[in-house]
């Protein structure tokens, strides 16, 4: 067992856990962040995507003691990036609009994904945001609905 | 079946010189875990076999890019984001760039370095083939001190290399001596980023006066490692670039590839492709003048 102290969506953490846990299991079992999903373990599908020191990560590739001392935002997190007290984050709320959440499995790593290329590209292109989704896999939306809602996010944070 | 963590022990001493101590102190009973994006993997698909784990993922002495006038040096921890940032790669080393967009998604590189990418050894694997391009030298380091080897000389078979147990891949340096050269690269597979390529190839040559005076390609999952093509650039080396050229091209393709078959494709397959890449570099130089 380690030690391993962590921030997660602004709140402190102090845990016992084995060293090689995988950040997923630690999130959804340890901490009760169930909101991060596993669709296949092993780094394809992005379905397990958080923000790692403000970098996408997949957390079922990440163990546990990698996270000391680090700062991680989950989907639970996402809204307060917005701003305190906020319910949703514009992000969210343009995927609700537009359709680009389905059974929702994919969603919360779509999210996080989306996030993190709107740090880098506030305006991207339809092939940046097709390169910074590439990670995410959707077996519902067909993506289409996935790319305007991430069109509309960026037309918001651009008029603001 | 998924392994369970706490049968496995991953430790993170707090620099290199305490990570290297450790490999020295007990050689070969720790394995080394940078980014994670092989390993971890592994631990998912409950096929781990190391228990003792070393993390030097946290060590900032590994992660850097610094430029002299000559040589660029990458750290082994670089990540292939950090590649992608990087204004000298972009300008003087397209083609490492290039493979570290390919390596995967975003996600994977954010997380995933260089040196993991070298030193995992899969003949398929991304960044080697440009690397092999530009005559990549390897520092190795342990306790008992460093060695500087040519990046060609460092696999020896199928996930095989020379690095010793109680060594870490350190950096990696490139040459800073190709203006004026024309590069190509292409990956073959079920999908340009993200899935495993059938084939690769990185190549770069200088022409001059319409003919091949230098020439490097690299290649990947034609042989049981990451192989330089050298037969195949004896064949144009000098050579005016003509119908003829690239038919001697593609027979030294063919002929000194020796891929392996396996569940992403057919050794004939593989053959076929590599030489219709080459020639393709071929044609590459000859239609666009610059
Ligand atoms: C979804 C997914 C897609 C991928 N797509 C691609 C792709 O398209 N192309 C591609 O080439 N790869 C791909 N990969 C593989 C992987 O991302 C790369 O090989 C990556 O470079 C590995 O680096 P790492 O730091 O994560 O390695 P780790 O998993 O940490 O380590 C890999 C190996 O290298 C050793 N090692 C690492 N660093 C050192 C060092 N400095 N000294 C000594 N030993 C060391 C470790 O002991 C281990 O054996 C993919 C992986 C995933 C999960
Ligand atoms: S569960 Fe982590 S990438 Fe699929
Ligand atoms: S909404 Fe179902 S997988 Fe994307």
Redesign the interface.
């Known amino acids: 067992m380690s030690t391993i102290t962590l921030t997660v969506n602004g709140e402190p953490h102090r845990l016992e856990v084995p060293p090689m846990k995988r950040l997923l299991d630690v999130l959804r079992e340890d901490l009760q962040l169930t909101g991060t999903k596993e669709g296949c373990g092993e780094g394809e599908c992005g379905s397990c995507s958080v923000l790692l020191n403000g970098d996408l990560v997949n957390s079922c590739l990440v163990p546990v003691l990698q996270t000391e001392g680090a700062t991680i935002t989950t989907i639970e997190g996402v809204a307060d990036l917005a701003g305190p007290g906020e319910r949703l984050h514009p992000i969210q709320q343009c995927f609700l609009e537009h359709g680009g959440a389905q059974c929702g499995i994919c969603t919360p790593g779509m999210i996080l994904a989306t996030h993190h290329l709107l740090e880098k590209y506030p305006q991207p292109d339809l092939s940046q945001i097709q390169e910074g989704l590439a990670g995410n896999l959707c077996r519902c939306t067909g993506y289409t609905r996935i790319f305007a809602a991430v069109q509309a996010a960026a037309r918001m944070e651009g008029s603001k | 079946m998924?392994s369970n963590?706490?049968n496995?022990?991953?430790?993170?001493p707090p620099s290199l010189e305490a990570v290297l101590a450790v490999l020295a102190s007990e050689p070969g009973s720790y394995t080394v875990?940078a980014g994670?994006?092989e390993i971890?993997?592994a631990?998912?698909?409950g096929r781990l076999s190391a228990r003792r784990?070393i993390?030097i993922?946290?060590l900032r002495e590994l992660r850097f890019l610094s430029a002299s006038d000559d040589t660029l040096i990458l750290g082994a921890g670089t990540t292939f984001?950090d590649i992608r940032r990087d204004a000298i790669l972009a300008s003087e080393f397209p083609l490492l760039v290039q493979a570290a967009s390919w390596t995967?998604?975003?996600?994977?590189q954010?997380?995933g370095t260089l040196g993991g990418n070298i030193v995992n050894g899969s003949p398929a694997a991304d960044s080697p083939p440009a690397l092999l391009a530009y005559e990549a030298e390897l520092t190795l380091l342990s306790s008992r001190g460093t060695r500087v080897v040519p990046y060609t000389d460092f696999h020896l078979g199928y996930k095989r290399t020379i690095l010793a147990p109680d060594e870490l891949l350190y950096s990696i340096a490139l040459k800073r001596s190709y203006q004026g050269y024309k590069t190509y690269s292409r990956k073959v597979g079920t999908r340009k980023?993200?899935a495993i390529s059938k084939v690769a190839i990185a190549a770069l040559a200088r022409v001059e006066e319409g003919r091949i005076t230098d020439v490097r390609i690299g290649a990947a999952s034609l042989q049981d490692r990451p192989a330089r093509m050298t037969a195949t650039e004896q064949a144009v080396l000098g050579q005016a670039i003509t119908a003829d050229t690239m038919q001697r091209a593609r027979e030294a393709v063919l002929a000194e590839s020796h891929p392996i078959d396996d569940i992403r494709s057919t050794a004939r397959y593989r053959g076929q492709v590599a030489a219709n890449l080459v020639e393709e570099f071929l044609r590459s130089l000859q239609t666009d003048p610059r």
């Open positions: 998924r963590a706490a496995y022990d991953l430790i993170a875990l994670g994006t971890m993997v631990l998912g698909a784990l993390s993922q946290h984001t995967g998604s975003i996600a994977n954010n997380r980023a993200q």
